[in-house]
């Protein structure tokens, strides 16, 4: 679902027009509720900026990426994998992280199960290959598919895709239902959408089970295009890392926040926030390469290699909190 008119969809206008800025929206439930729920906040960016300020929210983590690399966004709320690929192939900059309420500094991937699963530790889920039917997020999620991918299957060399007898690609809130519905066996979810999921759907809720969690996964980013001006960008920044933390307006701009999802605020970031996810990304990519068929050892070893050294160039390269460009993959 894009929240935009035809003719916004094409190229954003240029920092010299002066034009509407748009602002992406990873979504927080559907992409309705995550266009009302931030249009109080943004309407405030425009009056400080004296543009207007337009927003685009899609349904999936796929259809964000690809407008933020068809340049129809300038500032975008994001996952900490989307701003990877933003800021890596997509000349954008991290410059602001979200912070909660109650003051932590990320989230956590979960799976569930049902509350009357026969499932009770992972050893249960590990031993029954191509039994149990999965429910999991899109490629792009951290919580969703990244995260649990790293943690809990390539670290014992298995592929959830493969390992499973079943597997749905849904969001969150679905993929929840899903269990408490017992229409799947396990599935992955998030802490934070958790609680929001139990605010709306509190006998479904009920009905769920955590059965493991993984470590802190670092809050969603705001990102923004490197090609807008030095000046436009701190206007930006300042604006965003300054609202609801002081002055009269702080307690009515904190609430407007609060309708976004228990946000307190943004603090200041760089890309080098973006670290623990090229950690992730190099992960996968090991697992996958040693995997894989090779027709020789050689290859294989310089497959590795390679996927090292662009590790290696991509973490120094986030240090340095300067515009990316680096080619795709």
Known sequence: MLALPL????????????GPLTFGILPI??????????RPMLDDMSRALHRPIRSISVSTYEGLAE?????????????GRLALGAVSHNRMQVIAQLTRGDGSHGYYSVLLVPKNSPIHTLDDLYGRPG??????????????????ETQLFASRSLDSDTFFASVVVDNHQ????????????????????????????????ARLRILWKSTLIPHAVIIARGDLSPDLRAAI???VTRYAKSGRNATTELAKLKLIHDISGFA??????LIPFAEIDYTLDKRRA???????KDAMQARLQKIEGDHDRLVRELKANRTLDTPGP
């Open 237 to 239: 920044t300042d604006f």
């Open 67 to 79: 407008a933020i690399a068809e340049e129809r966004v300038d500032i975008a709320f994001v996952s």
């Open 7 to 18: 003719a916004a969809q094409q190229p954003v206008a240029t920092d010299k027009q002066q």
């Open 29 to 38: 439930g559907g992409p309705s509720e995550s266009l009302d729920a931030w």
């Open 268 to 273: 200041p970031a760089g890309n080098d926030t």
């Open 131 to 148: 039994h149990w039917r999965y429910a999991r997020g899109e490629a792009l999620s951290m919580s969703g598919y990244l995260v649990p």
């Open 290 to 296: 040693l995997s894989a068929q090779w027709v020789s």
């Open 174 to 205: 679905n993929n929840a239902l899903s269990v408490a519905n017992n229409e799947v066996d396990v599935a992955t979810n998030n802490t934070a959408d958790l609680e929001r999921f139990a605010e709306h759907f509190p006998d479904q809720y």
